[in-house]
């Protein structure tokens, strides 16, 4: 199974919600949060250079001569999103490109606006090249794992096949 960017956010925020996203079960397109995510996307990159960014299946919000951006409507999974744009800067540099990773988090207000850059270096690699392996591992069971009862989950687009 391809490993994308996604997989990767989902397998730290919740590994129920990787699996079933990994097997394409995806309820996505019926999320609130998706599509507002989606538009708000959309708003911010209008106009842009260097907006959206495909490279063999890597699809990135900005890349710059310095930097990878990612786009977030919400900081409430930084760590997701962290692992996320490490493994973008992982392929990335197998492809010859070099970049650090900036973490832009879009909906908060300017006062609040938070950014987080980070590195793909002697810590952080080996450490994902390990998540890496025991996702392949993971996704590889038959199930997934049982949902978790999370506050996160209210607003999840699995939120209905979880519980209902
Ligand atoms: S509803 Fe909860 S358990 Fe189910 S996929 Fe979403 S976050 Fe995971």
Redesign the pocket.
């Known amino acids: 199974m391809r490993i994308t960017g996604t997989i990767v956010n989902y397998y730290i925020?919740?590994k129920?919600?990787c699996w079933?996203f990994a097997h394409k079960m995806n309820f996505e397109d019926d999320s609130e949060d998706v599509r507002t995510g989606r538009i708000l996307h959309e708003i911010r990159s209008e106009g842009r250079n260097n907006t959206e960014i495909q490279i063999e299946g890597i699809k990135v919000d900005k890349m710059t001569e310095e930097y990878v951006v990612e786009l977030k409507k919400s900081d409430a999974d930084v760590e997701a999103t962290k692992w996320q744009t490490l493994y973008y800067l992982y392929i990335l540099k197998q492809k010859g490109l070099d970049r650090k990773g900036r973490l832009e988090f879009i909906e908060r207000n300017k006062q609040n606006h938070r950014t987080v850059e980070l590195e793909l270096d002697k810590r952080t690699e080996p450490e994902l090249i390990r998540l890496l392996d025991d996702i392949e591992v993971y996704l590889q069971q038959d199930k997934p794992v049982p949902?978790?009862y999370?506050k996160?989950?209210e607003r999840?687009a699995?939120?209905a096949?979880?519980?209902i």
């Open positions: 925020h919740c129920r919600q079933l949902a978790i999370a996160k989950c999840c699995y939120y096949y979880c519980y």
